[in-house]
Every structure is written in structure tokens, then in C-alpha cells.
């Protein structure tokens, strides 16, 4: 009889006991209504598809289609498909940067652009510096890579911007790159030229590189276009984007990494991308070959698309701007944004499971997010008449919160 060894016996990397394995007290709660069949309004997914915002099916179905007999017979190429990088290249120059289509590599999102970014910079122990308030998924990836993570701080009082005091007195020996999200996810902050020229200065004087993720590059408010981080003298940026929120295709998989800088360092990043993305070759053949036609039928679209979200973020702005106990920065760009408690002191998960609990409405508190103070962190991308509804419906949980509190101290 073959010898079987104790499940308690199975060995395992540390990974497998890394990450949590229990919900926090929010999503348990909002898991129990779901069981019961409740009704939730969701305001922190940021699926915009789930808000009727979907790219037209004919251009889709035909960019598609005519991709097809390309793809029919398997060719890869390890930076992805020449005219694919052609397009996107394209993209680029119609907004004023030069990105050759030889600097640009493919990947399938824009999270597998930051694992192939972190690991091309950074070994064992090695740090790469994020923005606070962060998004979780760069702890995630920083655990995959076995690599440090280190933050600056976006200021609120300052309409979130970077700190660059700050910023370079997180830099070590052991830095190896500054992540720069702009517009920012989740406080809505676009970086002006000069802050990047800034962050550049620094870059440049410590020797490291700038990870920039544009992925809502395409809505920026009130500026005629965004400034990069790819247009400074930084010695070299890898700009990050994709379809998911540009074009509203996150189905597709479809991103990629833009290397530019001192060419000496440009070459060498490419020749490590390449073999990176050689080993896996993941992205979808149709879907490369799509991309001219998708790129080429998205102008109507985006114009439809940005005034969307464009009225979103005037609603959110005018119903929270003078709400009680709420205090909102208006977003400069993206989707979302980090709205502020200034009531009585109160515990800020506690706040966000009453919320979902007594209006259905589904958000995020700010520690998710590293984001000092209390805040309801929450997309304000929805079908008009559903935001409207969750906006007065939270507009009159902060201010019934505030009177129960203030009876629940008197003597």
C-alpha cells in the first residue's frame, strides 16, 4: 500500500500563509446581504459597464473579426504584435509623445505590468517607492516579488499632492523605483508639470525609476491634457496603460508598458522585458491584432464616455461639496474619490458597515488605503439616477450620524 503523508506534513512557501485568509467585518456583512437577497448599490468596483458604459458591440465585433485571419496561424512576437505597437504608438503621438512602437511591450493589464516592472528593478529586500494613500494591489505584488515597499505621502490639505520633501527623504540605497499614479486612484489627483518635473529631479539625482500608471489618462477635468511623467528628464519611466478604463474593455486583457529615457537604459529594460514576456507570451493574438481597429473606432466613443463621466463627478461634487459632517476634494481626474468625515470622532469601519447596513450602499473606509482621517472612499461612476439616489442616501446617513451621536453624549 503506498505510504501517504499527513496533509499537516504538506509543505508549502511562506507565501501560502502571507495573505489573509479571514474577511473583514464590512465584506462579511456585505457577503450575509447578498445571501439574504438584498439589493446593494456598489460604489467602489469601478466597472463601468455596470454603469452603461460599454464600447459599441459593432465596432467591437468587427475589430475582431477582421483580426481573426491574422491570427489564424500562431506567430508571436515577445513584445506583441508589431501593429499593435504601431497603434498604440500612434495613440501617443496624437497626444504630443514620442513613444517608437520598438519601446512599447504588451502584457495582459496593467497588474502584470507592475509584476514585470517590480522584478526588472528590484531583487530580494530591495525597496520601490508608492504613493500614501496607496491601492492594495502593490502589497500584493511586493509580496509576490519578495520586495519592500516604502511611501510618500499625497497631502489632503494640499489637494492631495505629492510631498517631494517628503518623497525624497523616503529614499534609500536600496531604491529602485517611484511608482507614480496620476490621475491618482483613490483620491483623484493629477499631478501638474511641475510636481513631475520635481519628482524627475529627484529620480534623476538618486538614480532610480519612474513607474507611471496612466490607466485614466482619458479623464482629466478642467486641464487641456495631462501632463506625463515620460515628457521630463527623469532617466527612465515606464508608462503603464491599457483598455480596461480607457477604452472600457477590461474583458480584453489588453495593456502595456512604454519604456522610455537614456537610450542606454531604454535597451537594457527592453531586452529584459522582452525575455520576461517571452517566457509567458500572454497576451490574447486576436485581441493584438484588434487593437488598430479598436484604437481607430474609439474617438466617437471616448467623447461619449468622458461626458459621462464627466456629469458623474459634477453630481458627486455638488451633492457632497456642503454636505454636513462630509468635506470632498473634487477629483482632477479617473473615477474616484476619498470623501472626508469631519463629525464626531467615530470608528471608521464601524461608520462604513452602518452605511451598508442601513442605505445598501457598498464603500470602502480609507484605512483600506493607508488614508489617514476617516473617509468614505467611493467611485462616483454610476447610471446618473442610481448615483443620485446613493448620493442623498449617504448625504442623510452623515448627517442622521452626527445627531445620534451628539444625543448618545448628552447627560
Not at 136 to 161: G, K, V
Not at 309 to 319: G, K, P
Not at 323 to 329: G, H, K, T
Request: one cysteine or more; glycine letters at 6%.
Amino acid at each position: 500500500m503506498p505510504f501517504k503523508q499527513a496533509p499537516s506534513l504538506m509543505f508549502f512557501s511562506p507565501l501560502a500563509d502571507a495573505f489573509p485568509r479571514a474577511l473583514n467585518r464590512l465584506y462579511r456583512t456585505c457577503n450575509a446581504l447578498k445571501q439574504d437577497g438584498e439589493p446593494l448599490i456598489d460604489l467602489i468596483s469601478g466597472n463601468v459597464n455596470s454603469a452603461g458604459i460599454v464600447f459599441p458591440e459593432p465596432v467591437l465585433r468587427d475589430a475582431i473579426l477582421e483580426a481573426l485571419p491574422a491570427a489564424k496561424i500562431y506567430r508571436p512576437d515577445s513584445f506583441g504584435q508589431p501593429t499593435a505597437r504601431q497603434a498604440i504608438s500612434d495613440y501617443y503621438r496624437q497626444a504630443g509623445l514620442a513613444l517608437p512602437p520598438e519601446q512599447i511591450v504588451l502584457s495582459p493589464g496593467t497588474s502584470l505590468s507592475y509584476l514585470y516592472c517590480f522584478k526588472l528593478l528590484a531583487e530580494s529586500g530591495d525597496e520601490i517607492v508608492c504613493p500614501r494613500p496607496s491601492y492594495p494591489l502593490f502589497d500584493t505584488i511586493a509580496q509576490l516579488c519578495n520586495i519592500r515597499l516604502a511611501s510618500y505621502l499625497l497631502r489632503e490639505h494640499r489637494n492631495w499632492e505629492i510631498d517631494l520633501d517628503y518623497l525624497e527623504s523616503q529614499l534609500t540605497n536600496r531604491t529602485r523605483a517611484i511608482v507614480l499614479i496620476s490621475p491618482h486612484n483613490p483620491t483623484g489627483a493629477v499631478a501638474s508639470e511641475c510636481q513631475l518635473q520635481g519628482v524627475a529631479e529627484i529620480a534623476t539625482r538618486h538614480g532610480v525609476a519612474l513607474i507611471a500608471d496612466e490607466v485614466f489618462s482619458e479623464f482629466v477635468f478642467g486641464l487641456d491634457r495631462l501632463p506625463r511623467p515620460a515628457q521630463t528628464q527623469a532617466p527612465l519611466v515606464f508608462t503603464l496603460n491599457g483598455f480596461s478604463k480607457m477604452l472600457a474593455l477590461p474583458g480584453l486583457k489588453l495593456g502595456w508598458i512604454g519604456v522610455s529615457g537614456e537610450p542606454a537604459l531604454v535597451r537594457k529594460a527592453l531586452r529584459t522585458l522582452e525575455m520576461m514576456s517571452d517566457t509567458f507570451l500572454p497576451v490574447n493574438e486576436v485581441v493584438q491584432f484588434a487593437v488598430p481597429a479598436l484604437l481607430g473606432g474609439a474617438p466617437s466613443f471616448l467623447i461619449r464616455y468622458r461626458r459621462k463621466v464627466a456629469e458623474c463627478r459634477e453630481l458627486a461634487v455638488s451633492a457632497l461639496s456642503h454636505a454636513r459632517n462630509l468635506s470632498l476634494v473634487p477629483p482632477a481626474g479617473g473615477f474616484y474619490a476619498p470623501v472626508r468625515w469631519t463629525g464626531s470622532d467615530l470608528d471608521e469601519e464601524q461608520l462604513l458597515v452602518d452605511l451598508l447596513q442601513e442605505c445598501r450602499i457598498l464603500a470602502h473606509p480609507g484605512y483600506f488605503y493607508e488614508m489617514p482621517g476617516t473617509h468614505f472612499v467611493m467611485t462616483f461612476v454610476d447610471e446618473l439616477d442610481r448615483l443620485a439616489r446613493a448620493l442623498d442616501a449617504l448625504v442623510a446617513f452623515a448627517g442622521a450620524r452626527e445627531s445620534t451621536a451628539a444625543l448618545s453624549q448628552e447627560p
